[in-house]
T-cell receptor, first 113, second 114 residues
Framework: KAGVTQTPRYLIKTRGQQVTLSCSPISGHRSVSWYQQTPGQGLQFLFEYFSETQRNKGNFPGRFSGRQFSNSRSEMNVSTLELGDSALYLC????????????FGQGTRLTVV | AQKVTQAQTEISVVEKEDVTLDCVYETRDTTYYLFWYKQPPSGELVFLIRRNSFDEQNEISGRYSWNFQKSTSSFNFTITASQVVDSAVYFCALNMDSNYQLIWGAGTKLIIKP
């Protein structure tokens, strides 16, 4: 069974640009969550989608957005990039209930210069 | 408010020593779920264990064991006879039925020296 696939693995962008990250969950999983990981702030929740609906959103500015498609694949977009957006972005796949474990992709390392 | 505290920022031990990673959580929910994940240098978070709030039975899996105590709101993780391959950052996390996100501790960096 294939794991969680995140693309691209590495990305370098310039301040002010926008970026789109992609996540393909485990087959059969309907929930996709996104997390930002930085040395200073640790792991922070961005948002969670279940069957194309956003069920929860973290405390991030509106520049961060996401969506989920009917095949459960998800994308997150960051517009007007800032230096502070440099981070490892992790996608988690799960069946969707709180009592189930989430499985993570290898992440996308975004560097903003 | 929900919160997870991993007070140990970094632990360094010599191979074959036993080591315990501490995790203390806060939640007002009566039903909740606790998790441990391992993050090796490659970056991917690897699931280790899930424990439900209504199941305080401790668990052992090979050299790994977990001690869940509701009375002290702790969910500690012990590695017996540590090995160099255990070197990683370990995260404790909390989830509730009222929520759809994992609440993470700051992580404990474990260094196992040969």
């Amino acid at each position: 069974k294939a794991g969680v696939t995140q693309t691209p693995r590495y990305l370098i962008k310039t301040r002010g640009q926008q970026v789109t990250l992609s996540c393909s969950p485990i087959s059969g999983h309907r929930s996709v969550s996104w997390y930002q990981q930085t040395p200073g702030q640790g792991l922070q929740f961005l948002f969670e989608y279940f069957s194309e609906t956003q069920r929860n959103k973290g405390n991030f500015p509106g520049r961060f957005s996401g969506r989920q498609f009917s095949n459960s694949r998800s994308e997150m977009n960051v517009s007007t990039l800032e230096l502070g957006d440099s981070a490892l972005y992790l996608c988690a796949s799960s069946p969707g209930q709180a009592n189930t474990e989430a499985f993570f992709g290898q992440g996308t390392r975004l560097t903003v210069v | 408010a929900q919160k997870v505290t991993q007070a140990q920022t970094e632990i360094s031990v010599v191979e074959k020593e036993d080591v315990t990673l501490d995790c203390v959580y806060e939640t007002r929910d009566t039903t909740y779920y606790l998790f441990w994940y391992k993050q090796p240098p490659s970056g991917e978070l690897v699931f280790l264990i899930r424990r439900n709030s209504f199941d305080e039975q401790n668990e052992i899996s090979g050299r790994y064991s977990w001690n869940f105590q509701k009375s002290t709101s702790s969910f500690n993780f012990t590695i017996t006879a540590s090995q160099v391959v255990d070197s990683a950052v370990y995260f404790c996390a909390l989830n509730m039925d009222s929520n759809y996100q994992l609440i993470w501790g700051a992580g404990t960096k474990l260094i196992i020296k040969p």
